[in-house]
């Protein structure tokens, strides 16, 4: 352990000494040096190698060449300076990209390799991975590696990198229920998630409020559950343009829809899916979870979640299970008699009756599923491979203690108790989110290697495409590196100046990410 803390220190004071090292996340191996190379724009190129399995036609790659060469150039023309001969010698005109395996029509998967090896030396300016997705976390860690002088010359210093990421799931949540957020606000952020080495997308399309995903099975959903069925909704063309698009930059997308609870806005298009409240002997004309008593409920389920594992292609959805309110289901009289029929004595056993029908459905589809934690808490009878995400942190126990619970029990577990994003403080509430160790709890290592990541969360009661973008950058990223980088990258100071610079190259990007303490950037943000 003394060692690998040596190692580390080393690494620090490495890092430091190179102008183009202020990477985020930070990587697990990575040595710079102060000998530095030349890149000219006008010569510079992205080159598969002759052996590489992906080849010019690779869209994944292609377009990730031509994203990254607008990024660290942008788009014009560039003058060439007039150095001289032994200058000239230290230029680097192309970096070349060798993937073992092709894969470039597949999704990403909980599974995908991340894995590159970045060579910038004398002799070589190469990127190598086993997939397509690992030189896309290359080629992020590449862009970040380039500096620019004051005279405006870019550099790159000799630097080795070896790099994966500790965890194979780092997500972010989206809530497009409680605010529509429009299409380009999506893929937009689906960008910055590439820039922190995110990988996967929670999109939380819809709520209580509104029910902006367009069925082709039940159009009656949107047009009666949306805020407005012409304009604040999702086609199955943008749905479609946001796989691809996160597809595009090796980020799954993980479609949550959201029952027994959380489920109001499905109930105007689905007529007699709700359960009726009552008050005393009758009818209140108000509506609580979904019915869980009723053949027609189940039938709509197997209909409509035979659409939505159509429409999504990664293996998981998220089913929910969270926050179902009994109120309504105790005041019901045929619920009360369907519960004394099958011995319930607890409406735990009803929503856990509910919820093992929902998951029999979808794993009949091949799907498999995460779910909220609560689906634990209550005891329902799961598949032995069934992800459970953390969002409680204190009820019923403090998060560490449930993760420990969950992965005592076997389950694979995510962590996003300590990252609400929705939640502001004033000052540097990054920090806070930095310190968090996903692993800090009881358990033996195959326990902890149960726990497969986590997830910042972006809820959408206050937020909306207004305070979106200031509101989760940069402090998302504080997540991003603590489920990208090692468990030894840990120092508060570290991250404070590489955070700070990240920020600057996110605005240089043209993301409106807020400061983290009082500062200024050489290229501060503006509207376009």
């Given amino acids: 352990m003394a060692a690998s803390g040596l190692w580390f220190s080393l690494l620090l004071a490495a890092a430091v000494a190179g102008c183009g090292a202020a990477l985020w996340p930070w990587p697990q191996y990575i040595q710079t040096y102060y000998r530095r190379y030349t890149l000219y724009p006008n010569n510079f190129q992205f080159r598969y190698h002759g052996s590489s399995a992906a080849q010019p036609g690779c869209i ?8 990254y060469r607008n990024l660290l150039f942008g788009s014009g023309s560039w003058p060439r300076p007039n150095l001289s001969g032994n200058r000239h010698a230290l230029e680097k005109n192309m ?20 894995k590159y090896t970045l060579i910038i030396n004398d002799e070589h300016c190469l990127l190598e991975s086993k997939t397509v997705w690992g030189a896309l976390r290359g080629l992020e860690t590449f862009s970040q590696l380039v500096w ?6 870019f550099f790159i210093n000799k630097t080795n990198v070896e790099d994966f990421p500790r965890f194979p799931h780092r997500g972010l949540l989206l809530d497009t229920s409680r605010h529509y957020l429009p299409l380009t606000i999506i893929l937009d952020t689906l960008d910055v998630m590439a820039y922190n080495k995110f990988n996967v997308f929670h999109w939380h399309l819809v709520d209580d409020p509104s029910f902006p995903y367009e069925s082709f099975t039940f159009p009656e959903l949107t047009r009666k559950g949306s805020y407005n069925p012409v304009t604040h909704i999702y086609t ?22 959201d029952t027994p609870g959380h489920t109001l806005s499905w109930g105007p298009g689905i007529p007699g899916l709700l359960t009726p409240c009552y008050s005393g002997s009758q009818p209140s004309g108000t509506y609580g979870p979904v019915n869980p008593i009723l053949n027609n409920t189940y039938d709509f389920m197997n209909t409509f979640f035979l659409e939505v594992s159509s ?10 299970g969270d926050e179902v309110d009994f109120t309504c289901w105790r005041s019901n009289p045929d619920i009360q008699a369907f519960m004394k029929k099958k011995d319930f004595d607890d409406f735990k056993q009803l929503e856990s009756y509910y919820i093992q029908k929902l ?13 909220w934690q609560e689906v634990f808490d209550n005891k329902v009878k799961v598949r032995p491979d069934t992800i459970i995400q953390v969002w409680r942190e204190e009820v019923p126990v403090g998060y560490l203690k449930e993760m420990e619970q969950i992965t005592k029990a076997g389950f694979r577990a995510l962590l996003s108790a300590p990252w609400y994003l929705n939640r502001i403080t ?13 692993l800090a709890f009881e358990g033996t290592k195959d326990e902890k290697d149960l726990v497969i990541g986590g997830e910042a969360c972006m809820w959408g009661e206050y937020v909306d495409s207004t305070n979106l973008v200031p509101r989760l950058w940069p402090r998302a990223a504080a997540i991003a590196e603590r489920l990208w980088s090692s468990n030894l990258t840990t120092s508060l100071n570290f991250a404070y100046r590489r955070l700070s610079r990240f920020r600057c190259e996110l605005l240089r990007r043209g993301v409106q990410a807020q400061p983290i303490s009082v500062g200024y950037c050489e290229q501060e943000y503006e509207q376009i």
């Fill in 426 to 438: 004033y000052g540097p509430d990054w920090k806070d989110m930095y310190t968090v160790e996903p």
């Fill in 60 to 67: 994944v790659l292609d377009e990730a060449f031509q994203r």
């Fill in 148 to 153: 620019k002088s004051a005279e405006g010359t």
């Fill in 359 to 371: 998951l029999d459905i979808v794993s009949s589809y091949n799907k498999g599923y995460v779910v």
């Fill in 236 to 257: 199955a063309q943008d749905v479609k343009e946001v796989i691809e698009y996160a597809r595009l930059r090796g980020i799954r997308v993980l479609a949550e829809f």
């Fill in 311 to 320: 429409v999504f292609p990664d293996f998981y959805l998220h089913l929910g």
């Fill in 95 to 114: 970096l070349v990209v060798s993937v073992a395996t092709a894969g470039c029509n597949e999704f990403p998967s909980l599974e995908s390799d991340e």
